[in-house]
């Protein structure tokens, strides 16, 4: 189970990596700040996960109310809602750009609304069968 949450650390990593890069070579200006929004990211979602991991270890309090049946419930109905939202605003910018004449980008957004229902379809049916 330790292994498990040790991979957050190569985040760390990857985050130093990606300082170096842009402090190192010779990209154009929107290159790195293309690094610099990959680093906030990887920094951001790994130190979360390392802070989170250690609080469900050590802090009985947290722990307890991190797997309180309320707050998961909450925490469900808040992402199915906001994956209904998301599905919206992804077909209203779709329309958007078809609207504009930009192929590319309304291919794109139409393709994620597409594999959207998919992805969660099978992680439905992933955890169903885990359950």
């Known amino acids: 189970m330790k292994n498990k949450y040790q991979i957050w650390y190569i985040g760390y990593i990857i985050s130093l990596l990606l300082v170096l890069t842009m402090l190192f070579a010779d990209f154009p200006k929107m290159v790195d700040i293309g690094l610099a ?4 990211a990887v920094f951001g ?7 989170h991991n250690k ?3 050590n802090d009985a309090d947290y722990k307890i109310s991190i797997m309180d049946e309320r707050n998961i419930m909450i925490k469900e109905k808040a992402g199915n809602v906001t994956n209904m939202i998301n599905t919206t605003l992804l077909g209203l910018a779709t329309v958007i750009f078809i609207c504009l004449d930009y192929a590319i980008p309304a291919i794109v957004t139409g393709v994620i609304i597409t594999v959207q229902p998919i992805i969660l379809i099978t992680i439905s049916n992933m955890l169903e069968k885990k359950i």
């Open 45 to 51: 979602v790994s130190h979360v996960q390392v802070l």
């Open 55 to 57: 609080m469900l270890k």
């Open 37 to 40: 929004i990959l680093f906030s």
